[in-house]
Structure formats: structure tokens, C-alpha cells
């Protein structure tokens, strides 16, 4: 089994550290300030002696997000290679993919990503995948992805893939929308985790939740009006999913051998829709979103 770790350097960061089991993930968190008292709970937690031996309470903190969307360390493969402005990445040997720090789960969202170097037998698989989409396999393996394949413009949903578009190569810029209608069926909520045992590791404080691919798999509904369309060098490709299944989805690249795809999670795009035809915002501004609702 495997730990997925989140450490944070000096620059705001978070980093990845890697250790343990598979199956389990941990969230770094920080402590909440109150806007009445600050740090109020944590000096009483601190001076009591009811506390003594007793694991920390997780209602005293609170998960730690990144303050811009770009690809995420601690949620890859470890044999993709990502850029030191985490805004590229690197495949190595057979497919196996990398997801963005942030997904959304309501509305109409838009990234870009452009093939720079494309080596003779390499392949990518782009497009959109849910947090339990398999990290060792191409996107689109599983029911919790749907991708777009450079060879063939084949598009994959559940291992199966059908005739979509032309190729793409090296030097094309794909666009990715996907339109989520709400639904009395989602949560939006988004997770405290504060119910969620505490680990503690070099100096941090995290928490620990297992992994729960076989009930998210029970609780898959096919949300009505969904739809995915790709964009190839800004010219619509179509629609290439109806009525996906309901959910939080995060910009996902997966790759095989030694390719190099760069992201672009926005505002400014290089190729966007156009906006007489198509209605989106860019993911980066899920930041502002979230902020709101927390």
C-alpha cells in the first residue's frame, strides 16, 4: 500500500512525499484562525490536561489548497516527470497519467494543453478524470475518465474507444470543455475531512482518509445534459461524451514513453472557443469560486 504525502517549502508549494501503503491518502493541513479569537481552541487544546494522551482533535484544522491550479505532485504517477512551473509533464515507458491540483463539479469549464515533443512511438491520452481514475493506466481505462487519444483522434470512456476526429501530433494545442448541469444528485459541498484520523509526520500534521473506489463506483449516476466537447488548434472537434457521469472532474493528462504535453489552465488561452458558440470559464478561476464557498 502506498501514502500520498503533501509537504509545503518555503516558496507556498506543496511537494510531494511518497511512503506506506496504497489505498490510503493524506491531506497537509494548517490550523483554522478564527475571525473571533484567534487560535483560541488550540491554546485551550494546548493548556488542557483533559487532552493529555489523546489524539488530536482534526476539528481543529482544516485541509491546506493550492492557491493556483497547475498539475499536481502528490496526485501522479511517480514516473511522470513534471516541470519545475509544474505547468508540463513527462511520460516514461507505458501510459500513466498526472491530475490537476483542482476539479470541478458544476458548470462549464475550459484547459488547454500543446504537444511540444512527440518521439516516434509515443502517445497521450488527454481530457478529464475523476480522483479515482487509475494513476498507472491511460485515461479513459476506467469509468471515472474520459480522454482523447493522439493516435487515431480516438476517444476512450470505460476501456472502449471509438473513431472521433483526425489525429493530433506535436506542435497542436487541444482544447478541453466540459459542461456540468447541476443536480439535486451531487454534493457540492466541498470535504472537511475534519472527522478524518491525524497523522504526524516530519513536523506536520495530516489527515488520513482510505481510498473508496468500489462504493464511488456503486454511486456513479449519469448526469443529464453533461457533455465533453475537444478542441483541436481552436477549431470544435464535436461533441465527444453525452450524459457522463455526475461528479468532480480534474483536468488529466496521461502519456506513453517519452512525450512532452504542456498545460494552460488559463484565462489566457491560445486557442480558445469562441464565445458566440460556447459559454466556459477557464479552471484557474475555480480558485476564486472555491474561495467563495469556503
Known amino acids: 500500500m502506498e501514502w500520498k504525502i503533501l509537504s509545503q517549502n518555503l516558496n507556498g508549494?506543496?511537494?510531494?512525499?511518497?511512503?506506506?501503503?496504497?489505498?490510503?491518502?493524506?491531506f497537509i493541513i494548517f490550523l483554522i484562525i478564527t475571525l473571533k479569537l484567534p487560535f483560541l481552541f488550540r491554546q485551550e487544546?494546548?493548556?488542557s490536561s483533559d487532552w493529555a494522551g489523546k489524539?488530536?482533535?482534526?476539528w481543529l484544522y482544516r485541509t491546506l489548497s493550492p492557491s493556483t491550479v497547475l498539475l499536481a505532485l502528490h496526485d501522479r504517477a511517480p514516473q511522470i516527470r513534471v516541470s519545475e512551473d509544474r505547468l508540463a509533464a513527462t511520460g516514461e515507458k507505458g501510459y500513466c497519467m498526472v491530475r490537476a491540483t483542482h476539479g470541478v463539479s458544476r458548470g462549464a469549464w475550459y484547459w488547454e494543453a500543446t504537444v511540444e515533443e512527440m518521439p516516434?512511438?509515443?502517445?497521450?491520452?488527454?481530457?478529464?478524470?475523476?480522483?479515482?481514475?487509475?494513476?498507472?493506466?491511460?485515461?479513459?481505462?476506467?469509468?471515472?475518465?474520459?480522454?482523447?487519444?493522439?493516435r487515431n483522434g480516438t476517444r476512450f470512456h470505460e476501456c472502449r474507444g471509438k473513431s472521433y476526429s483526425p489525429s493530433y501530433g506535436e506542435g497542436?494545442?487541444?482544447?478541453?470543455?466540459?459542461?456540468?448541469?447541476?443536480?439535486?444528485?451531487?454534493?457540492?459541498?466541498?470535504?472537511?475531512?475534519?472527522?478524518?484520523?491525524l497523522v504526524k509526520f516530519k513536523s506536520h500534521l495530516y489527515y488520513e482518509e482510505k481510498d473508496a473506489v468500489a462504493e464511488s463506483l456503486?454511486?456513479?449516476?449519469?448526469?443529464?445534459?453533461?457533455?465533453?466537447?475537444?478542441?483541436?488548434?481552436?477549431?470544435?472537434?464535436?461533441?465527444?461524451?453525452?450524459?457522463?457521469?455526475?461528479?468532480?472532474?480534474?483536468?488529466?493528462?496521461?502519456?506513453?514513453?517519452?512525450?512532452?504535453?504542456?498545460?494552460?489552465?488559463?484565462?489566457?488561452?491560445?486557442?480558445?472557443?469562441?464565445?458566440?458558440?460556447?459559454?466556459?470559464?477557464?479552471?484557474?478561476?475555480?480558485?476564486?469560486?472555491?474561495?467563495?464557498?469556503?
Open 13 to 26: 508549494v506543496l511537494e510531494s512525499i511518497k511512503f506506506g501503503f496504497q489505498g490510503v491518502t493524506v
Open 172 to 197: 497542436d494545442t487541444l482544447g478541453f470543455l466540459i459542461h456540468l448541469p447541476e443536480s439535486d444528485h451531487v454534493n457540492y459541498i466541498p470535504p472537511t475531512y475534519k472527522d478524518r484520523p
Open 218 to 294: 456503486k454511486n456513479l449516476r449519469v448526469l443529464p445534459k453533461s457533455y465533453i466537447t475537444f478542441f483541436k488548434n481552436g477549431e470544435c472537434q464535436g461533441t465527444a461524451f453525452e450524459e457522463i457521469f455526475g461528479g468532480c472532474y480534474f483536468p488529466t493528462v496521461s502519456l506513453y514513453r517519452s512525450i512532452t504535453v504542456s498545460v494552460n489552465f488559463g484565462p489566457n488561452f491560445k486557442c480558445p472557443p469562441p464565445t458566440k458558440d460556447f459559454q466556459y470559464r477557464g479552471v484557474s478561476k475555480f480558485i476564486f469560486q472555491k474561495c467563495c464557498v469556503l
Open 45 to 47: 487544546f494546548d493548556e
Open 55 to 58: 489524539p488530536i482533535p482534526g
Open 120 to 150: 516516434e512511438g509515443s502517445a497521450c491520452r488527454l481530457g478529464w478524470g475523476q480522483e479515482y481514475a487509475n494513476l498507472q493506466a491511460p485515461l479513459g481505462y476506467d469509468k471515472f475518465g474520459y480522454s482523447w487519444r493522439s
